[in-house]
Nanobody, 117 residues
């Protein structure tokens, strides 16, 4: 069973920064697509950013230019650097591992990010 453990969430003022981490268990981390999603209060979960095996990244329009996803395959970890945070970025952020060969997805437990003055 894959375990994904997020960390780095917290309370930050508008304009501030946070860096989320997600550590994955298991082997072959480098061949899987890693994603970040978020679920704002009272809303549905939405895609934030993805990074595939060759390092290619995609972002939601709402975070382009402010968030950066990266991965360290030696440490089985994916990161989300979040800059210029806005109150509308407030959400529970979830790490996701997608395995294209099987179509299976695995989720972390989530970490709360609150942007407020």
């Amino acid at each position: 069973q894959v375990q994904l453990v997020e960390s780095g969430g917290g309370l930050v003022q508008p304009g501030g920064s946070l860096r989320l981490s997600c550590a994955a268990s298991g082997n072959n981390f480098s061949i899987y697509t890693m994603k970040w999603y978020r679920q704002p209060p009272g809303k549905q979960r939405e895609h934030v950013a993805s990074i595939i095996t060759n390092g290619f990244t995609t972002y939601a329009d709402s975070v382009k230019g402010r968030f950066t996803i990266s991965r360290d395959n030696r440490k089985n970890t994916v990161f989300l650097q979040m800059n210029s945070l806005k109150p509308e970025d407030t959400a529970v952020y979830y790490c996701n591992q997608y395995r294209p060969a099987t179509g299976r997805s695995y989720w972390g437990q989530g970490t709360q990010v609150t942007v407020s003055s």
